[in-house]
């Protein structure tokens, strides 16, 4: 019996990123990407905070469901959700609820990239997607985990490029909930914080992730992951050596 996944039409696999643009677009009529603002944030801080107080139960839970939709539809706002996320519940809560909502988020866009693209342009790339698909399966978690740690590339970019080389799920997941704890704890941190910022009138500052207090330690994380994959990838051909003598 033939395989419906094989017999199927290959535009029928780009559901769910149409679904994703579809959704993305309609924020935009909507207007929707002004609510994801500091601005908008410090204007209904009373209305946020007395709801958290009112239900301190379901409000962590639709922040990471509204979180989820930010990240799996891309859209500009996630420093602003994780600023919420410190100023609502605290820098602890706020952190994990950052790091779960932000994970599954990038897990879903991650499987939307794979159904839909990842078999054609394996099949169109030939051996060079074969290469690079290789290489992410055996090392890269470690890549990807250094990645995440800096603070420098696309947090959207790293959902879809892994997805696209073939990386599997359980790795990919693993590096972005270990990847993104130092930066959401930052982010969370000035958010605890922002009760004092609004009472000044001014704007949270968003660039101390680039001070050295902190973005060395990061560095130093990142230089660690790299440490590992060369670590492993040392092991594997020194192994290699050993059974061939």
Request: net charge positive.
């Amino acid at each position: 019996m033939p395989d419906d996944r094989m017999t199927r039409p290959g535009w029928t696999r780009l559901w769910p990123l149409a679904l994703i643009l579809g959704a993305l677009g309609l924020a935009y009529a909507l207007g929707l990407q002004r609510s994801l603002s500091f601005d908008a944030l410090a204007a209904h801080r009373a209305a946020l905070a007395g709801f958290v107080a009112a239900h301190p139960v379901a409000a962590p839970l639709l922040y990471v469901l509204a979180y989820v939709a930010v990240v799996a539809f891309s859209l500009p706002g996630g420093a602003v959700m994780t600023l919420a996320g410190g100023f609502l519940f605290g820098p602890w809560l706020g952190t994990a609820a950052a790091v779960v909502a932000a994970t599954l988020g990038a897990c879903a866009l991650f499987l939307a990239a794979r159904y839909a693209l990842a078999e054609t342009l394996a099949r169109r790339a030939g051996p060079l997607m074969g290469k690079l698909r290789a290489g992410l399966e055996r090392d890269g978690f470690w890549y990807l985990l250094s990645l995440r740690l800096l603070p420098v590339v696309p947090f959207w970019l790293l959902n879809l490029a892994p997805a696209l080389a073939g990386m599997r799920l359980a790795p990919y997941a693993a590096a972005t909930v270990l990847g993104i704890i130092p930066g959401t704890a930052v982010f969370a941190g000035i958010g605890a914080g922002l009760g004092e910022v609004f009472e000044a009138g001014r704007r949270p500052d968003l660039s101390i992730i680039f001070s050295p207090g902190i973005l060395l330690p990061l560095l130093g994380l990142a230089a660690l992951s790299l440490a590992g994959a060369w670590w492993r990838g040392r092991s594997r051909r020194m192994n290699g050596d050993t059974r061939d003598a």
